[in-house]
Each structure stands twice: as structure tokens, then as C-alpha cells.
Nanobody, 127 residues
Framework: QVQLVESGGGSVQAGRSLRLSCAAS????????MAWFRQAPGKERERVAY????????YHADSVKGRFAISQDNANNKLYLQMNSLKHDDTAMYYC????????????????????WGQGAQVNVSS
């Protein structure tokens, strides 16, 4: 039973920073895909970033590249998303998600059928 719990959301002014955390249980963090997604009202869900097999490969969406950074702490079973230089358009519900411990290539992390999802953490960025 994989369980994911996000924390660290909140309301900030544009230009500030936040770090989201995702506590994972029942999952081998050095395997498969772990990712952050976001979705704002009326907009499609967007893949923000992923890490494959503990860092063999990482990805950041063009919309956040250079501002956001995904990382993980295996000792504490946590996934992080450091968000710097936040913009109003970053306002969304942010979700951590995992696909499978048995994904054999990083290309699998670009699929949309992630199996497990957290409850979400709201991020509000005022302009």
C-alpha cells in the first residue's frame, strides 16, 4: 500500500520561494518514477518534474525550468520540490505521484498513468 502525503504549501508573493515535501511509505524510492504534477482550476493537469531511480534521470517542464528543482531524501523517504522565483501562474494544487517500482526506463515517467497520488498541497502566488 503506497501512501503519499504532501506538505509545505501556502500563500506567498511573487518572487518568493516555497519547498513542497512528499512523505512516501510503501515505496522503494530508488526505483521507478516519482513526480510532481500541478493543476489549476479550468486548466489541464501539468507534469512539473520527475526523478527516475533516485536521480539517474530528472526532468523539469519548460514552464519551471531554472526555477524549480526536484530532489529526494531516501533516508527520510521524502520527495521535494524547491520552488524559487514563484510567479502568479504557478498558483495551483500540487500533487506528488509515483508510477511503479518496476519501470525499466526513464521514458516511462513521461506517461500520464501514474498509479498513486497524494492528496495535494495548495500553492497560491499573489502578483
Amino acid at each position: 500500500q503506497v501512501q503519499l502525503v504532501e506538505s509545505g504549501g501556502g500563500s506567498v508573493q511573487a518572487g518568493r520561494s516555497l519547498r513542497l515535501s512528499c512523505a512516501a511509505s510503501g515505496y522503494t524510492m530508488n526505483r521507478g518514477c516519482m513526480a510532481w504534477f500541478r493543476q489549476a482550476p479550468g486548466k489541464e493537469r501539468e507534469r512539473v518534474a520527475y526523478v527516475y531511480q533516485g536521480g539517474i534521470s530528472t526532468y523539469h517542464a519548460d514552464s519551471v525550468k531554472g526555477r524549480f528543482a526536484i530532489s529526494q531524501d531516501n533516508a527520510n523517504n521524502k520527495l521535494y520540490l524547491q520552488m524559487n522565483s514563484l510567479k502568479h501562474d504557478d498558483t495551483a494544487m500540487y500533487y506528488c505521484a509515483v508510477r511503479s517500482s518496476f519501470d525499466y526506463a526513464a521514458s516511462a515517467c513521461m506517461r500520464d498513468d501514474y498509479l498513486y497520488w497524494g492528496q495535494g498541497a495548495q500553492v497560491n502566488v499573489s502578483s
